[in-house]
């Protein structure tokens, strides 16, 4: 991937497109193509046929999707299932069709089973049930995988998907109607200090385990996997096997944490004395979702950004930002 290189990264505006393009900027790529959702509605097939067209971008990052937490994907399945499928199919189809190099779409770890082996390998994918509360959301995410290998099978289409653990960090959603976990207890854990209350909801029991990334370490791996994965390396081996362009890729932080920890580090960061009450009335979601990264750590990247250090700079972040927009709209397509 050259500096001059056209790139698009569809969803820019969110948690992981707005790190890639800080990423790619400070690795010189200034060639890059945004859009907002007001400007391009990735949901219009052929509004994005037609922008591919004229644009004919090299490489394509897509990270465009709706996402939110427990919450939003058990309230919202039919908006999950159908606006991820169709952003996919509109994303991938005028990839094909404009030529594009490369493209790398961004699942989820919830694309595995309920009850998968820790840490999770690729290879469990599709071995099993999936997670009640957010199986439309990660139906399409599988439909997404499936959708770029096949085309890599009938057209010669170089489409990698690769799979993140739950992400977090500067530019989250903190609205508690979409937010995930981290985002959430930031906001009502600093609400609760600054109105003295003496304890504070934690939705469950507090005992399922989550696997957390910075969303600046998921940045890099993104774009190191673009630049590496299936590639030809110095002795001229396919980084990944001969197939590796079909075989998706784990990004994982390598250690897990339980609600309960979290909740306690989010504490610390806010420096709130009060209780945490856990309401087991709420989901719990599944038990434990921690991921295998051998895959790409053996390409030779590695995460940087501590749990404890990634929320202090997530708090400070939330307390720049406070009251903007993103405070009260769910992330979105
Ligand atoms: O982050 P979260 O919504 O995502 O929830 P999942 C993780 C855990 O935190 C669950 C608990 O056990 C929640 O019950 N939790 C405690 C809270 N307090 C809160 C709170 O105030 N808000 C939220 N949201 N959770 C999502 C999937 O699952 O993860 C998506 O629904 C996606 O499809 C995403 O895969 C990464 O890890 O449970």
């Not at 990735?42 to 937490?69: C, I, K, M, N």
């Not at 699942?107 to 999936?130: N, V």
């Amino acid at each position: 991937m050259k500096t001059s290189d056209c790139i698009f990264v569809a969803g820019h505006r969110g948690l992981v497109g707005s790190a890639i393009v800080r990423h790619l900027r400070g690795a010189g790529h200034e060639n890059l193509l945004l859009r907002s959702r007001d400007e391009l509605d990735l949901r219009d097939t052929s509004r994005v046929a037609a922008f591919f067209a004229e644009h004919r971008p090299a490489y394509v990052f897509l990270a465009a999707a709706r996402v939110g937490g427990i919450w939003a994907n058990s309230t919202y399945p039919a908006d999950f299932i159908r606006d991820n499928l169709i952003v996919q199919l509109n994303v991938v189809q005028a990839a094909h069709a404009a030529g594009v190099r490369k493209l790398l779409f961004l699942g989820s770890s919830c694309i595995y089973p309920k009850f998968a082996d820790q840490p999770i390998r690729e290879d469990a994918l599709l071995t099993g049930a999936l997670e009640p509360t957010n199986e439309p959301y990660a139906v399409a995410k599988i439909a997404g995988i499936v959708l770029c290998q096949s085309y890599n099978r009938q057209f010669g289409t170089r489409f990698m998907s690769i799979m993140p653990t739950n992400l977090y960090g500067p530019g989250d959603n903190f609205d508690p109607a979409g937010s995930h976990v981290l985002p959430a207890l930031i906001r009502r854990i600093h609400e609760a200090k600054e109105a003295d209350a003496p304890e504070v909801v934690v939705w469950g029991t507090g005992t399922p385990r989550r696997e957390f990334l910075h969303v600046d370490d998921m940045a890099e791996a993104t774009v190191h996997l673009m630049q590496v994965w299936a590639e030809a390396d110095a002795s001229g081996r396919i980084v990944g096997g001969p197939n590796a362009i079909n075989e998706i890729v784990n990004v994982g932080y390598g250690s897990d944490v339980s609600i309960r920890e979290v909740a306690e580090l989010v504490k610390d960061a806010v420096g709130y004395e009060g209780a945490l009450r856990f309401d087991a009335t709420k989901p719990d979601g599944t038990p434990r979702k921690l991921l295998d990264s051998s895959r790409l750590l053996a390409t030779g990247w590695a995460p940087r950004v501590a749990l404890r250090d990634g929320i202090a700079e997530t708090y400070a972040w939330f307390l720049e930002h406070h009251g903007e927009a993103r405070m009260g709209a769910s992330a979105a397509v």
